[in-house]
């Protein structure tokens, strides 16, 4: 009866920073809608605020605290979770009244700090979650973090002190999910970690059990197995954050034969080897250049997408022309630059010979007008051929969509014009017919 029915308390969730951080957003909200909360869109009219925030930047740690004080100043009643709860004072000095401060992947204090402020009114009948939990992004495609924290020391990145080392997720876990997901409809599983080629060293490898109607089968948690396994599933598999170690030539088997995308998104963040010494990437002595040229025989498709820091401490304009030249020798497909920003903690920011400002941007600049002759000539290559592309939203000349070569949200998509309309999540072969800088456009001629 509607009077004796109580009201179900209300959570706006604020989701910042990059997919790892998307994914421990679903899961507290996954556990916030088992236990009866709602979700609304708007702070005003919430019952509480939960803002994950990113750290890791600067600038991200200003849109972090603009965010909180934007909740403070709508709602009141604000949990800040996420990398910069790692440095709760930063917080409590701009915002002393939230309410609680957790740190990341730390699920069970976000919930019992939202439980102290609005306590659960759990119906078992009427708060049902969908079995593959509550994902934030579209139901067509779905992140799949398969490991938490990182053991490398890269001197930029503070994430090792945020997150810790290495903890991968055993492989029969991991697949699990991912065919739940695949169960309740999403085509396209985006693999992320923070390095997702060193997934499963912390368990030496060690094989877990996964069930299958099929049967059981024993997979190995290893980067190369667990993508032979979500091979299997039936949907796209791309892979992120994949660093050059040697075993991932192995890999391009796996895309030469169509069991995952054609796709790698490598950080490499730099091309000169003096350069990346200083940064202390992981492989970063790996012969590149030839490896890649190799891959590119066995897999003539393959898209690279990378990122790649600008104005380095001690970067000499030999060494940015270095990586200039790299972009257009290797070809990398889509690539996104930052200009160095110091982070609070990071061993970079005492490196000598700080590149000025002003250089800096002029790198940048460099660098985009690079990257963007490379993608526009890579791109070109794809008119006139057929493409199977993703329909990511659906318009009244056809939709938008993606190839195998675009990841959500970072590359490129598709304009796709179509004699019928297109559904969100289906996959039509497109012929492409014009090519941009960073976008595509064609007809469908197949569904
Ligand atoms: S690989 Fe390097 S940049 Fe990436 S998370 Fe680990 S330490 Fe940071």
Same mark, same amino acid.
């Given at each position: 009866?509607?009077? =004796?029915?109580?009201?179900?308390?209300?959570?706006?969730?604020?989701?910042? %920073?990059?997919?790892? +951080?998307?994914?421990?957003?679903?899961?507290?909200?996954?556990?916030?809608?088992?236990?009866?909360?709602?979700?609304?869109?708007?702070?005003?009219?919430?019952?509480? &605020? !939960?803002?994950?925030?990113?750290?890791?930047?600067?600038?991200?740690?200003?849109?972090?605290?603009?965010?909180?004080?934007?909740?403070?100043?709508?709602?009141?009643?604000?949990?800040?979770?996420?990398?910069?709860?790692?440095?709760?004072?930063?917080? *409590? +000095?701009?915002?002393?009244?939230?309410?609680?401060? *957790?740190?990341?992947?730390?699920?069970?204090?976000?919930?019992?700090?939202?439980?102290?402020?609005?306590?659960?009114?759990?119906?078992?009948?009427?708060?049902?979650?969908?079995?593959?939990?509550?994902?934030?992004?579209?139901?067509?495609?779905?992140?799949?973090? !398969? $490991?938490?924290?990182?053991?490398?020391?890269?001197?930029?990145?503070? !994430?090792?002190?945020?997150?810790?080392?290495?903890?991968?997720?055993?492989?029969?876990? &991991?697949?699990?999910? +991912?065919?739940?997901?695949?169960?309740?409809?999403?085509?396209?599983?985006?693999?992320?970690?923070?390095?997702?080629?060193?997934?499963?060293?912390?368990?030496?490898?060690?094989?877990?059990?996964?069930?299958?109607?099929? #049967?059981?089968?024993?997979?190995?948690?290893?980067?190369?197995?667990?993508?032979?396994?979500? %091979?299997?599933? #039936?949907?796209?598999?791309?892979?992120?954050?994949?660093?050059?170690?040697?075993?991932?030539?192995?890999?391009?088997?796996?895309?030469?034969? /169509?069991?995952?995308?054609?796709?790698?998104?490598?950080?490499?963040?730099?091309? $000169?080897?003096?350069?990346?010494?200083?940064?202390?990437?992981?492989? +970063?002595?790996?012969?590149?250049?030839?490896?890649?040229?190799?891959?590119?025989?066995?897999?003539?498709?393959?898209?690279?997408?990378? =990122?790649?820091?600008? /104005?380095?401490? #001690?970067?000499?304009?030999?060494?940015?022309?270095?990586?200039?030249?790299?972009?257009?020798?290797?070809?990398?497909?889509?690539? #996104?630059?930052?200009?160095?920003?110091?982070?609070? /903690?990071?061993?970079?920011?005492?490196?000598?010979?700080?590149?000025?400002?002003?250089?800096?941007?002029?790198?940048?600049?460099?660098?985009?007008?690079?990257?963007?002759?490379?993608?526009?000539?890579?791109?070109?290559?794809? &008119?006139? *051929?057929?493409?199977?592309?993703?329909?990511? $939203?659906?318009?009244?000349?056809?939709?938008?969509?993606?190839?195998?070569?675009?990841?959500?949200?970072?590359?490129? =998509?598709?304009?796709?014009?179509?004699?019928?309309?297109?559904?969100? /999540?289906?996959?039509?072969?497109?012929?492409?017919?014009?090519?941009?800088?960073?976008?595509?456009?064609? =007809?469908?001629?197949?569904?």
């Amino acid at each position: 009866m509607a009077e =004796t029915a109580q009201k179900s308390p209300r959570i706006s969730f604020v989701s910042l %920073g990059c997919p790892k +951080a998307l994914v421990d957003s679903e899961r507290i909200v996954t556990r916030l809608r088992a236990e009866g909360y709602e979700l609304t869109k708007t702070h005003a009219g919430a019952d509480l &605020v !939960i803002v994950n925030t990113c750290g890791f930047l600067d600038s991200a740690k200003a849109e972090s605290l603009k965010a909180i004080g934007d909740a403070l100043a709508e709602n009141g009643k604000v949990v800040v979770t996420g990398c910069m709860g790692a440095e709760p004072d930063q917080i *409590t +000095a701009a915002h002393p009244g939230v309410l609680a401060i *957790t740190g990341p992947q730390q699920y069970e204090s976000v919930l019992t700090a939202v439980h102290a402020a609005v306590p659960p009114q759990h119906d078992p009948f009427l708060d049902l979650v969908p079995d593959q939990g509550v994902k934030l992004t579209p139901r067509h495609y779905a992140y799949l973090k !398969i $490991s938490e924290g990182c053991s490398n020391r890269c001197t930029f990145c503070i !994430i090792p002190k945020l997150r810790g080392d290495l903890v991968s997720r055993p492989a029969g876990e &991991v697949l699990r999910e +991912a065919e739940k997901l695949v169960k309740a409809g999403v085509k396209e599983l985006l693999v992320i970690s923070q390095d997702t080629s060193a997934y499963g060293q912390d368990l030496r490898y060690a094989p877990s059990l996964w069930k299958r109607a099929d #049967g059981e089968k024993e997979v190995a948690t290893r980067f190369l197995d667990l993508a032979a396994a979500l %091979g299997e599933l #039936g949907a796209w598999v791309r892979l992120h954050y994949v660093y050059p170690y040697p075993h991932v030539d192995a890999v391009m088997d796996l895309m030469a034969a /169509g069991k995952v995308l054609p796709y790698l998104d490598i950080p490499f963040q730099h091309a $000169s080897p003096s350069v990346l010494r200083r940064m202390k990437r992981p492989a +970063a002595q790996e012969k590149t250049l030839a490896r890649i040229q190799a891959w590119r025989e066995k897999v003539p498709d393959l898209t690279l997408r990378s =990122t790649f820091i600008v /104005g380095f401490p #001690g970067e000499t304009e030999a060494e940015f022309q270095e990586l200039l030249d790299f972009l257009d020798a290797a070809e990398i497909d889509r690539a #996104g630059a930052f200009k160095f920003e110091p982070v609070a /903690g990071a061993p970079a920011n005492a490196l000598e010979n700080p590149v000025p400002d002003e250089v800096k941007a002029e790198r940048y600049d460099r660098f985009m007008r690079t990257q963007q002759v490379v993608s526009a000539r890579r791109l070109k290559r794809k &008119v006139g *051929t057929r493409q199977q592309v993703i329909i990511d $939203s659906v318009t009244p000349f056809g939709g938008i969509g993606r190839t195998k070569g675009d990841a959500p949200e970072i590359d490129g =998509t598709v304009k796709v014009s179509a004699r019928r309309p297109l559904r969100v /999540g289906e996959i039509a072969t497109v012929k492409i017919e014009a090519s941009g800088p960073y976008d595509l456009s064609g =007809t469908a001629v197949g569904f």
